[in-house]
């Protein structure tokens, strides 16, 4: 299995992303055959994209390939201002054309404080809908996450993380199975509702 873990914050060098590499490492401990990052700071800072990411700038492309070519895939979210960053939001609008139908995701919330939770709660309530992502049931939520290490091995919070993961492979590999035929069905109406 092929997995994406998407960095959504807009921030370079972010919590996002040392939380993403810690990701990367436990999904290699359980067996993934390829972890892609791919960092939402990379899209163009002040502007939006193009809709088509073909013909984006080559860090939306490059983005929406490693979407397209993963099996499962986790969204390390950051809380901004009680919401899901503005890249993420931009993002999705992007991933509409098929490249995370039918496929697991995962959403890691974080948080600098107690937070963490509403982005969650944003993404769950309409955050996929025209991209036909299947969202796990299964969410973790990190808070004061500066404080978070590393490695979580033996605690609680490393445990779930873990059991997070395994359920996201269960799921990868069962849609698999079925997603050509989604697809197929998802010609008729690609945009949800």
């Known amino acids: 299995m092929n997995y994406c873990i998407l960095s959504c914050s807009g921030r370079p060098g972010s919590q996002s992303y040392r939380i993403a590499l810690m990701l990367e490492g436990e999904l290699r401990s359980i067996g ?3 972890v892609t990052i791919a960092m939402l700071s990379d899209l163009l800072p002040a502007g939006w994209e193009p809709e088509d990411p073909a013909t984006g700038s080559p860090s939306l492309r490059a983005i929406s390939d490693a979407c397209s070519s993963a099996d499962a895939l986790v969204f ?24 995370i139908a039918h496929k697991p995701g995962m959403l890691v919330g974080l948080s600098s404080g107690a937070g963490g939770a509403y982005p969650i709660a944003e993404l769950r309530a309409f955050g996929f809908k025209n991209s ?26 490393g445990k779930r993380l873990h ?13 698999a199975s079925v997603r050509p035929a989604l697809l197929d069905l ?4 690609p945009n949800g509702m």
């Open 132 to 157: 036909h992502m299947v969202l796990m049931p299964h969410h973790v939520v990190l808070r004061n996450v500066e404080e978070v290490p590393t490695t979580r091995r033996g605690t609680e919070l």
């Open 76 to 99: 390390v979210v950051p809380e901004w201002g009680g919401m899901a960053p503005p890249v993420l939001k931009h993002l999705l609008q992007h991933l509409t054309r098929g490249q």
């Open 186 to 189: 998802r010609a008729t109406y």
């Open 32 to 34: 993934a055959a390829e």
């Open 163 to 175: 059991h997070a993961l395994q359920e996201l492979t269960i799921y990868a590999a069962a849609l």
